[in-house]
C-alpha cells in the first residue's frame, strides 16, 4: 500500500517560503520504518507466512514496528444483542486484532420505596442512570439511563458486560424530596436491578436559614455533598424566610457539607429572579444558620471595536470572577454585543476578567486580550480586537513529498483562560498540498484528515500562533506518518448459540494525551457483511500530545 503523493518538489516550486517558521510543539512521530508496508505473497493460514507476519485476507503482513499501545473501541450497529467492547492493544506486536462481542444485559427491574407498614411502594419517574467503573479510554465513558414507569419498573436499558456504577435519582416530589441512592460498582454477571430506597420516616433530616444582607436569603438552591462534592441528597430552595430542609440517607455522615448557589433553571421563580445574578459559593459545613456574603450588584458596559475602532457586532463577551480569598465565590457570565459592539452585563461587586471573542470567520478580527477590571467600575470597559494571524502550510508524505488535494485541515484553538475551544472553518489543501490557518494568537492543535479512498493516516501536530507575527506566514511543514493498516475480524458471542459475525460495527482507535486522561482519535473503519474491518493509523511510536 503506497502513499497517494504529488510530484517531489523543486526549489521553489510548491515549497514555502519560511519568512518566519514558528517552532513545532508537539508532532506525532514520522518515522520510516520499512518500505512497502504489504507485500507479501497470498495465502491462506500464518503457517504460510515468514516467522513474524500473519495471514490476513489472503495475504501475508508483517506485524507493526513501532506503534505503541492504543486504545480500541467497538460499537457494534444501533439494534445490536452485543455491547460496546473497549480495551488496550499493543500494535507493536501484530496489525491483526480480532474482537469479540458479548451479548449485552438487558436490564429490567424496579424502584420501590420501604413504608412504614413494612411493604413497599413504587417510585414513578426515578432515572436510573448506569456508569462505567473502569473505562478504557477515559474520557469516553460509557453511559446508559432508563427512567421508571408509573408501577415503579424500567426496561429497555442495554448495558454492555463489565462493572458498572448506578444512580437512581428519585423524582423532586414535595414534600419530601428524596435524596439519590448510590451503589458500588456491580459486575453484569451478577447484576442488580431492583432498587429499594429507604422509608421516608428512616432519612436523616437537615433544617437551616441562610442569611442575606437584608435578613433571610430566599430563591438560593442549597444541596448537601460529599467530600468529593457528589450530591447525597436532592437540592432544595430556600423559602421566604431563607429556610430550607434537606432529607439524607440514614448511612450519611453525621457532618454535612452544603453547596450553596442558583438555582440550575432559568425559571425558577420571582425569588430566584431577584437575586440573579447570584454567585456560586464554596461548599461549607452545615450550621443551623449561615449567613452568606453577598455583594451588591454591580453593572458592567463597554464597546467591542477592531483595530482599526470600527465597531464588532454579535461578539461575544466573557466575564468571569477573580477567586481571591475576600471573594471566593464564582460568577462567571457572557453577553453579545449589538449592531454597534455595544455591550451590558449585570454582576456583583468585585474582580474580574473580560475578554471579547468575535466570529471565527476569517473575516472577523481575533480575540481581545483579557483585561482586569473592579466592579463597580468608574466608566466604560472598552475591548479591542485585532486582526487574526494568517500562517500557510505544507502536508508532506513520510518520504517528503507533497501530499495533493482535499486532504482535510480541521484546526482548533487550546482554552487558554476565558475562552473555550475555538475552531477555525475547515479548510482544505490544494494540488500542493499547502493550506492557509486564520486564526487567533495562541495555542492550536491541526488535526490533517486524508480525503476517502487515500491510504494515508491522520496526524495531529500543535503550534503557537503569536501576534507579533500577523503574517502572512510559513508554519514548519506537517509530515503524515507512513501508514499502517490494522485489519481484523469482529464477532458476537451468543452461547449456547453458535458464535456470529458482526457487520455495521465502528471500530475506533485511540492514542492517550500526555496527561494519560484524553484520548487522541487516530482512526475508525466500519466492518463489512463477513465482520473484517481495515483501518488505516499512524506506523508510528505515539509520544503523546500535550493537552
Known amino acids: 500500500m503506497q502513499p497517494v503523493a504529488g510530484a517531489e518538489p523543486a526549489i521553489g516550486e510548491g515549497v514555502l517560503p519560511m519568512r518566519r517558521a514558528l517552532p513545532l510543539l508537539l508532532a506525532l512521530a514520522a518515522c520510516s520504518l520499512r518500505e512497502p508496508r504489504v507485500s507479501a505473497a497470498s495465502c491462506t493460514s500464518n503457517g504460510q507466512c515468514g516467522r513474524h507476519d500473519i495471514c490476513f485476507l489472503g495475504e501475508c503482513r508483517p506485524p507493526a514496528a513501532?506503534?505503541?499501545?492504543?486504545?480500541?473501541?467497538?460499537?457494534?450497529?444501533?439494534?445490536?444483542?452485543?455491547?460496546?467492547?473497549?480495551?488496550?492493544?499493543?500494535?507493536?506486536?501484530?496489525?491483526?486484532?480480532?474482537?469479540?462481542?458479548?451479548?449485552?444485559?438487558?436490564?429490567?427491574?424496579?424502584?420501590?420505596?420501604?413504608?412504614?407498614?413494612?411493604?413497599?411502594?413504587?417510585?414513578?419517574?426515578?432515572?436510573?442512570t448506569w456508569t462505567e467503573n473502569v473505562p478504557v479510554i477515559p474520557d469516553r465513558v460509557e453511559q446508559v439511563t432508563a427512567v421508571t414507569d408509573s408501577d415503579g419498573g424500567?426496561?429497555?436499558?442495554?448495558?454492555?458486560?463489565?462493572?458498572?456504577?448506578?444512580?437512581?435519582?428519585?423524582?423532586?416530589?414535595?414534600?419530601?424530596?428524596?435524596?439519590?441512592?448510590?451503589?458500588?460498582?456491580f459486575d453484569t454477571a451478577a447484576p442488580v436491578l431492583d432498587f429499594v430506597l429507604p422509608k421516608t420516616s428512616a432519612l436523616k433530616r437537615l433544617d437551616g436559614i441562610l442569611l442575606g444582607p437584608d435578613g433571610g436569603l430566599a430563591g438560593a438552591s442549597v444541596?448537601?455533598?460529599?467530600?468529593?462534592?457528589?450530591?447525597?441528597?436532592?437540592?432544595?430552595?430556600?423559602?421566604?424566610?431563607?429556610?430550607?430542609?434537606?432529607?439524607?440517607?440514614?448511612?450519611?455522615?453525621?457532618?454535612?457539607?452544603?453547596?450553596?448557589?442558583?438555582?440550575?433553571?432559568?425559571?425558577?421563580?420571582?425569588?430566584?429572579?431577584?437575586?440573579?445574578?447570584?454567585?456560586?459559593?464554596?461548599?461549607?459545613?452545615?450550621?443551623a444558620s449561615i449567613v452568606i456574603d453577598l455583594?451588591?450588584?454591580?453593572?458592567?458596559?463597554?464597546?467591542?471595536?477592531?483595530?482599526?475602532?470600527?465597531?464588532?457586532?454579535?461578539?461575544?463577551?466573557?466575564?468571569?470572577?477573580?477567586?481571591?480569598?475576600?471573594?471566593?465565590?464564582?460568577?462567571?457570565?457572557?453577553?453579545?454585543?449589538?449592531?454597534?459592539?455595544?455591550?451590558?452585563?449585570?454582576?456583583?461587586?468585585?474582580?474580574?476578567?473580560?475578554?471579547?471573542?468575535?466570529?471565527t470567520d476569517a473575516n472577523s478580527p481575533a480575540l481581545s486580550a483579557q483585561q482586569s477590571i473592579k466592579l463597580p467600575a468608574l466608566g466604560p470597559v472598552n475591548l479591542t480586537c485585532p486582526p487574526k494571524v494568517v500562517r500557510l502550510g505544507q502536508v508532506l508524505t513520510a518520504d517528503g513529498r507533497f501530499v495533493g488535494a482535499n486532504f482535510q485541515i480541521l484546526a482548533t484553538r487550546v482554552p487558554d483562560g476565558l475562552v473555550t475551544t475555538r475552531a477555525a472553518p475547515p479548510t482544505a489543501t490544494d494540488s500542493n498540498g499547502i493550506f492557509s490557518l486564520v486564526g487567533d494568537p495562541g495555542r492550536w492543535r491541526i488535526t490533517v484528515v486524508p480525503p476517502a479512498g487515500v491510504s494515508?493516516?491522520?496526524?495531529?501536530?500543535?503550534?503557537?500562533?503569536?501576534?507579533?507575527?500577523?503574517?502572512?506566514?510559513?508554519?514548519?511543514?506537517?509530515?503524515?506518518?507512513?501508514?499502517?493498516?490494522?485489519v481484523g475480524t469482529v464477532m458476537g458471542s451468543a452461547p449456547p448459540a453458535q458464535a456470529v459475525l458482526v457487520a455495521g460495527a465502528m471500530v475506533s482507535f485511540f492514542s492517550l494525551d500526555a496527561s494519560g486522561l484524553h484520548g487522541l482519535f487516530l482512526g475508525n473503519a466500519l466492518t463489512d457483511a463477513n465482520g473484517r474491518y481495515a483501518a488505516i493509523l499512524p506506523d508510528v511510536a505515539q509520544p503523546g500530545i500535550g493537552p
Do not use: H
Open 456 to 486: 494515508l493516516p491522520r496526524n495531529i501536530v500543535q503550534v503557537d500562533l503569536v501576534a507579533t507575527d500577523p503574517g502572512p506566514s510559513a508554519l514548519p511543514a506537517i509530515r503524515i506518518s507512513p501508514p499502517l493498516e490494522v
Open 295 to 359: 455583594p451588591a450588584t454591580a453593572s458592567l458596559n463597554g464597546t467591542v471595536v477592531d483595530s482599526q475602532g470600527a465597531p464588532v457586532p454579535a461578539a461575544r463577551v466573557y466575564v468571569r470572577n477573580v477567586n481571591n480569598v475576600n471573594q471566593p465565590w464564582t460568577l462567571a457570565r457572557s453577553v453579545i454585543t449589538n449592531d454597534a459592539g455595544v455591550y451590558a452585563v449585570t454582576l456583583r461587586a468585585g474582580d474580574y476578567v473580560v475578554q471579547a471573542a468575535p466570529s
Open 66 to 128: 513501532n506503534l505503541s499501545i492504543v486504545q480500541m473501541e467497538v460499537r457494534p450497529p444501533a439494534g445490536s444483542q452485543f455491547g460496546v467492547k473497549g480495551q488496550q492493544i499493543d500494535l507493536s506486536k501484530g496489525v491483526l486484532n480480532d474482537v469479540t462481542l458479548a451479548v449485552a444485559l438487558d436490564a429490567d427491574g424496579s424502584v420501590t420505596q420501604e413504608q412504614d407498614d413494612g411493604g413497599t411502594a413504587p417510585v414513578a419517574g426515578a432515572v436510573l
Open 154 to 185: 424500567y426496561g429497555g436499558a442495554r448495558i454492555s458486560q463489565g462493572s458498572w456504577n448506578v444512580l437512581v435519582q428519585p423524582p423532586a416530589q414535595p414534600p419530601v424530596p428524596l435524596p439519590p441512592l448510590r451503589t458500588g460498582p
Open 223 to 287: 444541596t448537601a455533598v460529599d467530600a468529593q462534592g457528589t450530591a447525597i441528597s436532592a437540592p432544595a430552595v430556600s423559602v421566604a424566610d431563607g429556610g430550607y430542609t434537606l432529607y439524607l440517607l440514614p448511612s450519611a455522615p453525621l457532618s454535612a457539607t452544603l453547596q450553596i448557589g442558583p438555582q440550575p433553571n432559568a425559571d425558577a421563580g420571582v425569588a430566584a429572579a431577584a437575586l440573579d445574578p447570584f454567585p456560586t459559593y464554596p461548599p461549607v459545613s452545615y450550621q
